[in-house]
């Protein structure tokens, strides 16, 4: 089984390593961010009162994972699930679609500690590594 870390998934590893790092070991080679996400913690190390390691701890972790880019399958599936709840009157907000969109287009479950976020998207495995 291979996974799509969400973007909180991301900062809270890089804000306390060693909570997450067993499961990162234990899945190494089979761990991918979206690009969405890495505008994300880029746009998180930019801010104004971001300590300068940030930066450098989110490009080292960057290099240890697979990141997707935004492709022809990935806004497909993200069409479909945006017209689904656009016609149901739900909505998930866009970034955290894109990011649900782009692990069901690959096949991957999605890491996240706001699976409330994402409980209306349907064909969308979670898993929260986070909570014990």
Same mark, same amino acid.
């Given at each position: 089984?291979? $996974?799509?870390?969400?973007?909180?998934?991301?900062?809270?590893?890089?804000?306390?390593?060693?909570?997450?790092?067993?499961?990162?070991?234990?899945?190494?080679?089979?761990?991918?961010?979206?690009?969405?996400?890495?505008?994300?913690?880029?746009?998180?190390?930019?801010?104004?009162?971001? =300590? =300068?390691?940030?930066?450098?701890?989110?490009?080292? $972790?960057?290099?240890?994972?697979?990141?997707?880019?935004?492709?022809?399958?990935?806004?497909?599936? $993200?069409?479909?699930?945006?017209?689904?709840?656009?016609?149901?009157?739900?909505?998930? =907000?866009s970034t955290d679609l894109w990011i649900a969109a782009t692990a069901i287009?690959?096949?991957?479950?999605?890491?996240?500690?706001?699976?409330?976020?994402?409980?209306?998207?349907?064909?969308?495995?979670?898993?929260?590594?986070?909570? =014990?």
């Amino acid at each position: 089984m291979s $996974f799509l870390l969400d973007t909180d998934t991301c900062s809270v590893h890089l804000k306390r390593p060693s909570g997450l790092t067993s499961r990162l070991v234990q899945h190494s080679g089979r761990l991918h961010v979206s690009i969405i996400t890495v505008g994300e913690l880029m746009t998180w190390a930019r801010r104004r009162s971001a =300590p =300068p390691r940030r930066l450098t701890g989110i490009k080292d $972790f960057l290099r240890e994972v697979e990141i997707l880019p935004v492709e022809e399958k990935v806004a497909d599936a $993200f069409a479909e699930l945006r017209a689904g709840q656009l016609d149901a009157g739900r909505l998930t =907000p866009s970034t955290d679609l894109w990011i649900a969109a782009t692990a069901i287009a690959h096949g991957l479950t999605l890491v996240t500690h706001n699976t409330r976020d994402y409980e209306q998207v349907p064909g969308l495995s979670l898993s929260d590594w986070v909570t =014990p």
